[in-house]
C-alpha cells in the first residue's frame, strides 16, 4: 500500500484544516489508518484512528473535540478535520496504514502499521 498525505499548511490559531491520505496499491476492506505526528525536537505521538470495520475512531486526549478522522471507502482516502488549532499542533502530520483488525485502542501504537506516507507539514501561528 502506497500512502499520500496532503493538505497541510500554514494556519492562524484557533483556524481548521483537513488533511487527506489517500492510499493506492494493494488496499484492504479491514484493517484501519490512523495518524500521527512529530514536532520539532520531539517524539512522534499518535493523534488519532479510525478501524474500518465499524469505522470507529480512537483520539488522543490531546485533539479530543478538536479533530475528527473519517474516511471515504470509495475513494480509499481518509481524512483528518483539525478544527480550533493551536501553536502546539504545529508538527508534520503522518498517516499510517494496517490491513489487521485490532482492539480500537492498538491502532494507537506506531508499531501495529506497515505502511506510511510522508508527511505533510501543518504550521499553526499564533
Known amino acids: 500500500v502506497q500512502l499520500q498525505a496532503s493538505g497541510g499548511g500554514l494556519v492562524q490559531a484557533g483556524g481548521s484544516l483537513r488533511l487527506s491520505c489517500a492510499a493506492s496499491?494493494?488496499?484492504?476492506?479491514?484493517?484501519?489508518m490512523g495518524w500521527f505526528r512529530q514536532a520539532p525536537g520531539k517524539d512522534r505521538e499518535f493523534a488519532a484512528a479510525?478501524?474500518?470495520?465499524?469505522?470507529?475512531?480512537y483520539y488522543a486526549d490531546f485533539v479530543k473535540g478538536r479533530f475528527t478522522i473519517s474516511r471515504d471507502k470509495r475513494k480509499n482516502t481518509a481524512y483528518l478535520q483539525m478544527n480550533s488549532l493551536k501553536p502546539e499542533d504545529t508538527a508534520i502530520y503522518y498517516c499510517?496504514?494496517?490491513?489487521?483488525?485490532?482492539?480500537?485502542?492498538?491502532?494507537?501504537?506506531?508499531?501495529?502499521?506497515?505502511?506510511w506516507g510522508q508527511g505533510t507539514l501543518v504550521t499553526v501561528s499564533s
Open positions: 499510517a496504514s494496517t490491513p489487521r483488525a485490532y482492539n480500537i485502542g492498538s491502532y494507537g501504537q506506531s508499531s501495529m502499521y506497515e505502511s
Open positions: 496499491g494493494r488496499t484492504y476492506s479491514a484493517g484501519g
Open positions: 479510525i478501524r474500518f470495520a465499524d469505522a470507529g475512531a
